[in-house]
């Protein structure tokens, strides 16, 4: 079930500082972050669904053959998304939704692709589960996420710093979303560290 007052509490930090979000994700644009996103996008195939659109800052690397839906909770990401879409003349179905209840019938999509999402969501097994759902059973889930060290040392700073940056934006940066992602129900075929154990490419599909 869904955590009304926490996803609450969560979408009305991303409708704040949605105007300057893509300005505060300039550190990983220096880091080459667009090529991981490229990466990702180009393993998509066929009926597609992108959780956590935000700004909209996938829609350049859309592969040319998959039809795309993308999906947001927080209205304000979602109305930048829509902007980046009409600049780009861009062809996806955006809609305002939430990853943990999803409107879609079950084994709607070829492909789900989710990057730097389950950091935020409020209830992560609850979103991975229904990502299951509406995945195909022989269909890939594609995620770009950053995830807890298991270096000790920064795993603790992580855990440190967790509170105040998930006060200040929501997002938590000290998940084991691998783990996670096993929990509810999805198959791991491949994990691909990207940036030291942090940044992870985590490539799954239902358990079906």
């Known amino acids: 079930m869904v955590n009304k007052v926490h996803t609450e509490s969560v979408r009305r930090k991303y409708n704040r500082v949605a105007l300057i979000y893509d300005l505060m994700e300039?550190?990983?644009?220096?880091?080459s972050f667009n090529k991981y996103r490229k990466?990702?996008?180009?393993?998509?195939?066929?009926?597609?669904?992108?959780?956590g659109?935000?700004?909209?800052?996938?829609?350049?690397?859309?592969?040319v053959n998959a039809t795309v839906t993308a999906i947001d909770f927080s209205e304000r990401m979602l109305a930048r998304a829509k902007k980046r879409k009409e600049k780009l003349n861009a062809k996806v179905d955006l809609r305002l939704m939430d990853v943990q209840?999803?409107?879609?019938?079950?084994?709607?999509?070829?492909?789900?692709?989710?990057?730097?999402?389950f950091c935020t969501v409020p209830d992560p097994i609850l979103g991975l589960r229904e990502i299951a759902r509406v995945c195909k059973p022989y269909g890939r889930v594609l995620m770009l996420e950053h995830v807890r060290?298991?270096?000790?040392?920064?795993?603790?700073?992580?855990?440190?710093?967790?509170?105040?940056?998930?006060?200040l934006?929501?997002?938590?940066?000290?998940?084991?979303?691998v783990q996670n992602v096993r929990n509810a129900g999805?198959?791991?075929?491949?994990?691909?560290?990207?940036?030291?154990?942090?940044?992870?490419?985590?490539?799954?599909?239902?358990?079906?």
Request: one cysteine or more; hydrophobic letters at 40%; charged letters at 20%.
């Open 26 to 31: 300039t550190p990983m644009e220096l880091h």
């Open 39 to 51: 990466m990702v996008w180009q393993h998509a195939r066929g009926k597609t669904l992108e959780v």
């Open 53 to 63: 659109i935000g700004t909209g800052k996938n829609i350049p690397y859309y592969p």
């Open 101 to 117: 209840q999803m409107e879609f019938a079950d084994n709607t999509f070829d492909t789900v692709v989710s990057t730097c999402v």
């Open 149 to 167: 060290s298991c270096r000790p040392l920064i795993g603790s700073l992580m855990d440190l710093l967790n509170p105040i940056v998930h006060g």
């Open 169 to 177: 934006i929501g997002t938590n940066i000290n998940r084991d979303t």
């Open 186 to 208: 999805l198959e791991i075929i491949k994990v691909t560290p990207l940036w030291s154990d942090i940044l992870l490419f985590i490539e799954a599909k239902p358990r079906k």
